[in-house]
């Protein structure tokens, strides 16, 4: 295979987690069994330090009909909210007629913000029911993947073009950044925001490996990319949505001067060796610990008789759970808020799914898989730890 990004063929294994079903495919019972099971495996490339999974799942399979939805969580929309009001604040203010394009808009909880701003609002969005969920609430969303054709059909520019969570997906990666950079407006910003690999090794946070996600950028990484297509990053924030996701923010080349502290943050990356192959290799070492140290700790507590009901039911918590094989011998459940995953089954290890409040048993340990939303649940579950139930987290983000 060749680099997604440079097209280099010198690869190089990083991490390996196995053979995995596809992590979002939680499974109604009839088909608990029969799921397909791909390689996940992260490889390096030796040309422009992009790490990225060498097997892909076609797009189709991956993004038709996905469940998850932003909009869920409180402090999800709160930094969407964020993010839209600092993008008006500091480009477009003053702009009369100004608007936005929103690739992967999920169920138009970014657009709403940006809607309320007063800007003219599309969403660009690949799963069929999650784009009618967003249509239904107002919010303007066609039901289609993001490319080179789709901007040049859509015939028209915008002021600013967000990505959140998109970046990692993308199969089409080139017509997709081509297409950015044809839909994006001469004064245009476009806001990227994507996983940020160094945190994530930080944070040990492997369960950001799965299929979905095809690529796993730093700056330096991204940059690359962006400047292959005649877009540059002038500015970029740390922020700690998803347990440590970096915001960029884009224009056409030769905009902008690289601001303070985006200049800080490359600096951090190469004083850290977050490029470098060794950097990847040492993560990998410690994902294989983290295994025989979760199940040891899982082990100890069902020896002594304690129930333990799984913390949401994340698309990232099946890499967790498959990885290590925690399934029912140790979890009776995964407790989930969003609806659409009611009743079903988590890939490979089968552990059923129930929805929050639709329960009346509580375990004596939740093992909190949702962990990127740690603060949220650690407050708004104040009177179970006073009872002594016990919140363990497996992956245990840096507060930053
Ligand atoms: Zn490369």
Redesign the pocket.
């Known amino acids: 295979m ?7 063929t ?2 190089e294994l990083a991490i390996d987690l196995g053979q995995q079903p596809w992590c979002n495919h939680f499974l109604k019972k009839e088909d608990v069994g029969h799921e397909p099971y791909y390689p996940l495996r992260v490889i390096y ?6 790490a ?1 999974l060498d097997y892909t799942i076609p797009k189709e399979t991956m993004f038709g009909n996905h469940t998850y939805l932003s909009g869920i969580t409180k402090s999800l929309s709160d930094h969407f909210q964020a993010v839209a009001v600092e993008v008006d604040k500091r480009f477009f203010y003053s702009i009369p007629d100004k608007s936005v394009l929103d690739i992967g808009s999920n169920d138009g909880t970014q657009l709403k913000h940006f809607k309320s701003l007063g800007y003219d609002i599309l969403g660009i969005e690949s799963s069929k029911t999650t784009a009618q969920i967003a249509n239904e609430s107002g919010i303007k969303t066609l039901n289609e993947f993001f490319n080179l054709d789709l901007a040049r059909r859509l015939g028209r520019k915008f002021h600013v073009i967000n990505a959140a969570g998109v970046f990692f997906h993308l199969e089409e990666l080139h017509s997709v950044t081509e297409g950015i950079r044809e839909a994006l407006r001469d004064d245009g910003v476009f806001v990227i925001q994507f996983l940020y690999m160094k945190r994530i090794m930080e944070n040990l946070a492997f369960d950001q490996i799965y299929h979905e996600h095809l690529l796993y950028y730093n700056l330096k ?1 991204i940059e ?1 990319l962006l400047n292959r297509h005649g877009l540059a990053m002038f500015d970029a924030t740390l922020s700690p949505i998803h347990g440590g996701s970096m915001i960029g923010f884009v224009t056409h080349a030769g905009k902008h001067m690289p601001s303070a502290r985006s200049e800080a943050l490359r600096q951090a990356e190469s004083g850290d060796r977050s490029n470098d192959f060794e950097t990847y290799l040492a993560f990998a070492q410690r994902i294989k610990q983290m295994k025989v140290e979760n199940l040891a700790y899982l082990d100890a507590e069902k020896n002594q008789g304690l129930r333990i009901f799984g913390m949401g039911a994340p698309v990232k918590g099946n890499t967790l759970l498959n990885y290590f094989g925690v399934g029912t011998q140790y979890l009776d459940y995964l407790v989930e808020k969003n609806e659409l995953r009611r009743g079903l089954y988590s890939p490979g290890m089968h552990i059923p799914i129930v929805i929050e409040g639709e329960l009346s048993e509580v375990p004596d340990i939740y093992y909190v898989l949702a962990w990127n939303f740690k603060k949220e649940i650690l407050a708004n579950n104040q009177l179970l730890i006073e009872r002594g139930v016990e919140f363990y987290f497996p992956v245990n983000p840096k507060e930053f």
Not at 2 to 8: F, I, L, T, Y
Not at 45 to 50: D, P, S, W, Y
């Open positions: 060749n680099c997604r990004v440079c097209e280099s010198n690869l490339c030796h040309g422009c330090a992009t990225q990484t690359v």
